[in-house]
């Protein structure tokens, strides 16, 4: 299978050579549409169905516009870089306009897309997934199990998950500013939405968890294109009448959806959370495997504005303690025991290394004090300093992230479990029965304002967020930001600090992964690599942000 490249919208002068056979130089940036008549568009129709295929070094986009059907269609033709000619079409896709019949079978055995070509079934093969003219390559990068399990392969079930931000039709036109190096056709959602579903169906993955939704398009658009291609989704629109919200989508025939949570951080009348930011969580059932083997898979987008750390540090308090309420087991004698396996995906709008990010992957964070401008790292100056309790009682959440009524039923539920077992530990201790009596029905199950967070959850991100080359990789890139901002996190065993940096945070942990466990991921660009390309939007990419994927092995 060979790599596509695509170019972009050339100009008139396609027309010309069509009919003359003139030599076409390409060029990196070209922004006229093409209008093909009717004589033009037949005879490239007819040519490429008497062709057989050639091996492409370039291809050529072109929009055409039949003037008796009135509708669009996308033409891929495939050439050679120096000529184009009638006599030298070897190959063209044509996808219509209107809508995109496709089904996961076809996905696999034609994988157009407008972002990348991938074959996401064959695990650990590092394959180009998109080779762009301007030289952009977005391919799976292996973990050292996943090259072994590339020549051994182990057991488990083998899920990919991806997480894609893509950019609500409304917010667009909101935020017209962010996207004036965009021509206004590229920002048609008749447009965009083609090139989406298109990169989206080539990816074929297991668990798709998507930001900026928008609520309409959901329904007469996301949900019933995702039907057609064997997923089942649950979608949460933001609070206040906002225009998008998140959904996650499941592939049934790997999972079976057995629980769910829709989260409103919004709380009237508490000052951290009250903006309408969602998210949405599910907890997966393979169809294969043994019965109690579960995944837990989150899905959020937290508030944008960057002088507001501690709304954004709210958030993730409230959606740790739902995700430990959701994913918790049972008790067990080593923490990551007591968890089912956990995938947190979304847009955090907060940079790598931030205070907000350090508390997510360390699972500790002293926050009085912190300037609320800075904890998620987009901001420089001086703000608000953050003062325990980060929230009141009325929310019912510790600074542990649980649910304090959570914790309360854990521990009543573990002391009838084993009623013998805290009798022998008062008689060894030698605590007389008043005290163990007065420590049973007081017990420090929690803190409200200690001044510090923690969780149990040991996550760990998948990306490592700077490319081998030096370059910090990058999720989002418009006229205002080139930055990481998304992620995926997913729960590991154990994580052991190896560097610190002259602030004394951590920078950089030894993992032992529990029973699931990383394969690949799908490499980022970084701001080099989309400035050739252009900002986002532009013809190949349809929304601000790229998607992030991993594979995962799921021990059963």
Same mark, same amino acid.
């Not at 980022?524 to 532009?538: I, W």
């Given at each position: 299978?060979?790599?596509?490249?695509?170019?972009?919208?050339?100009?008139?002068?396609?027309?010309?050579?069509?009919?003359?056979?003139?030599?076409?130089?390409?060029?990196?940036?070209?922004?006229?549409?093409?209008?093909?008549?009717?004589?033009?568009?037949?005879?490239?129709?007819?040519?490429?169905?008497?062709?057989?295929?050639?091996?492409?070094?370039?291809?050529?986009?072109?929009?055409?516009?039949?003037?008796?059907?009135?509708?669009?269609?996308?033409?891929?033709?495939?050439?050679?870089?120096?000529?184009?000619?009638?006599?030298?079409?070897?190959?063209?896709?044509?996808?219509?306009?209107?809508?995109?019949?496709?089904?996961?079978?076809?996905?696999?055995?034609?994988?157009?897309?407008?972002?990348?070509?991938?074959?996401?079934?064959?695990?650990?093969?590092?394959?180009?997934?998109?080779?762009?003219?301007?030289?952009?390559?977005?391919?799976?990068?292996?973990?050292? $199990?996943? @090259?072994?399990?590339?020549?051994?392969?182990?057991?488990?079930? +083998? *899920?990919?998950?991806? =997480?894609?931000? &893509? #950019?609500?039709?409304?917010?667009?036109?909101?935020?017209?500013?962010?996207?004036?190096?965009?021509?206004?056709? $590229?920002? @048609?959602?008749?447009?965009?939405?083609?090139?989406?579903?298109? +990169? *989206?169906?080539?990816? =074929?993955?297991? &668990? #798709?968890?998507?930001?900026?939704?928008?609520?309409?398009?959901?329904?007469?658009?996301?949900?019933?294109?995702?039907?057609?291609?064997?997923?089942?989704?649950?979608?949460?629109?933001?609070?206040?009448?906002?225009?998008?919200?998140?959904?996650?989508?499941?592939?049934?025939?790997?999972?079976?959806?057995?629980?769910?949570?829709?989260?409103?951080?919004?709380?009237?009348?508490?000052?951290?959370?009250?903006?309408?930011?969602?998210?949405?969580?599910?907890?997966?059932?393979?169809?294969?495997?043994?019965?109690?083997?579960?995944?837990?898979?989150?899905?959020?987008?937290?508030?944008?504005?960057?002088?507001?750390?501690?709304?954004?540090?709210?958030?993730?308090?409230?959606?740790?303690?739902?995700?430990?309420?959701?994913?918790?087991?049972?008790?067990?004698?080593?923490?990551?025991?007591?968890?089912?396996?956990?995938?947190?995906?979304?847009?955090?709008?907060?940079?790598?290394?931030?205070?907000?990010?350090?508390?997510?992957?360390?699972?500790?964070?002293?926050?009085?004090?912190?300037?609320?401008?800075?904890?998620?790292?987009?901001?420089?100056?001086?703000?608000?300093?953050?003062?325990?309790?980060?929230?009141?009682?009325?929310?019912?959440?510790?600074?542990?992230?649980?649910?304090?009524?959570?914790?309360?039923?854990?521990?009543?539920?573990?002391?009838?479990?084993?009623?013998?077992?805290?009798?022998?530990?008062?008689?060894?201790?030698?605590?007389?029965?008043?005290?163990?009596?007065?420590?049973?029905?007081?017990?420090?199950?929690?803190?409200?304002?200690?001044?510090?967070?923690?969780?149990?959850?040991?996550?760990?991100?998948?990306?490592?967020?700077?490319?081998?080359?030096?370059?910090?990789?990058?999720?989002?890139?418009?006229?205002?930001?080139?930055?990481?901002?998304?992620?995926?996190?997913?729960?590991?065993?154990?994580?052991?600090?190896?560097?610190?940096?002259?602030?004394?945070?951590?920078?950089?942990?030894?993992?032992?992964?529990?029973?699931?466990?990383?394969?690949?991921?799908?490499?980022?660009?970084?701001?080099?690599?989309?400035?050739?390309?252009?900002?986002?939007?532009?013809?190949?990419?349809?929304?601000?942000?790229?998607?992030?994927?991993?594979?995962?092995?799921?021990?059963?």
């Amino acid at each position: 299978m060979s790599t596509i490249v695509i170019c972009r919208v050339i100009s008139s002068s396609l027309q010309r050579s069509l009919t003359n056979g003139q030599t076409i130089k390409t060029r990196r940036r070209l922004s006229s549409k093409v209008l093909i008549d009717k004589s033009i568009e037949k005879q490239v129709y007819s040519h490429c169905d008497a062709q057989t295929r050639a091996a492409p070094s370039i291809g050529y986009y072109t929009d055409s516009l039949s003037n008796s059907t009135k509708k669009r269609s996308r033409l891929y033709t495939k050439a050679t870089a120096s000529a184009m000619s009638r006599q030298q079409l070897s190959e063209a896709f044509v996808a219509d306009a209107e809508t995109i019949q496709c089904n996961a079978q076809a996905v696999h055995s034609q994988e157009i897309s407008g972002f990348y070509r991938q074959t996401p079934h064959l695990v650990g093969k590092v394959k180009p997934a998109l080779h762009l003219e301007t030289g952009i390559v977005r391919q799976w990068e292996l973990t050292p $199990l996943g @090259e072994a399990h590339q020549q051994f392969p182990q057991t488990g079930l +083998e *899920i990919t998950v991806m =997480s894609y931000n &893509v #950019l609500a039709q409304q917010l667009v036109y909101d935020n017209s500013y962010l996207y004036s190096h965009c021509l206004p056709e $590229l920002l @048609e959602w008749e447009y965009r939405k083609r090139n989406l579903l298109s +990169e *989206i169906a080539a990816a =074929s993955p297991s &668990v #798709l968890c998507m930001q900026e939704i928008q609520h309409d398009h959901f329904t007469d658009f996301w949900n019933p294109q995702m039907t057609k291609l064997g997923y089942s989704g649950v979608y949460k629109r933001r609070t206040g009448g906002k225009c998008d919200g998140c959904a996650t989508f499941v592939k049934m025939d790997i999972f079976e959806i057995v629980d769910s949570c829709t989260i409103e951080f919004y709380r009237p009348a508490v000052h951290p959370l009250s903006k309408d930011n969602v998210a949405v969580i599910l907890l997966l059932k393979p169809r294969a495997g043994p019965p109690d083997t579960r995944l837990c898979i989150a899905n959020t987008h937290l508030l944008f504005s960057p002088s507001r750390g501690d709304v954004k540090l709210a958030q993730v308090n409230l959606l740790l303690a739902e995700i430990d309420r959701l994913a918790f087991r049972s008790p067990a004698r080593l923490r990551h025991e007591s968890y089912h396996p956990v995938i947190l995906c979304g847009d955090f709008n907060s940079v790598p290394h931030s205070d907000l990010y350090d508390f997510a992957s360390s699972g500790n964070l002293a926050y009085v004090g912190l300037n609320c401008s800075t904890i998620s790292g987009q901001k420089q100056g001086f703000s608000r300093q953050l003062t325990s309790p980060l929230l009141p009682d009325c929310v019912g959440v510790s600074e542990q992230c649980q649910f304090m009524e959570v914790c309360k039923q854990r521990q009543h539920q573990t002391r009838l479990s084993a009623p013998g077992e805290s009798e022998c530990a008062d008689a060894e201790s030698g605590e007389n029965t008043a005290d163990a009596a007065a420590r049973k029905q007081t017990p420090l199950l929690y803190t409200l304002d200690s001044g510090s967070l923690s969780h149990n959850l040991n996550l760990n991100s998948v990306y490592r967020h700077f490319r081998l080359n030096g370059k910090p990789e990058v999720t989002t890139f418009h006229t205002k930001a080139s930055c990481t901002v998304d992620y995926i996190f997913y729960n590991v065993a154990e994580k052991r600090q190896q560097r610190v940096d002259k602030y004394g945070r951590r920078r950089s942990f030894s993992v032992s992964e529990g029973s699931l466990r990383l394969l690949a991921r799908m490499v980022l660009p970084s701001s080099d690599e989309l400035d050739q390309l252009g900002k986002l939007p532009n013809e190949c990419l349809s929304s601000d942000h790229v998607s992030l994927m991993a594979k995962f092995l799921l021990e059963r």
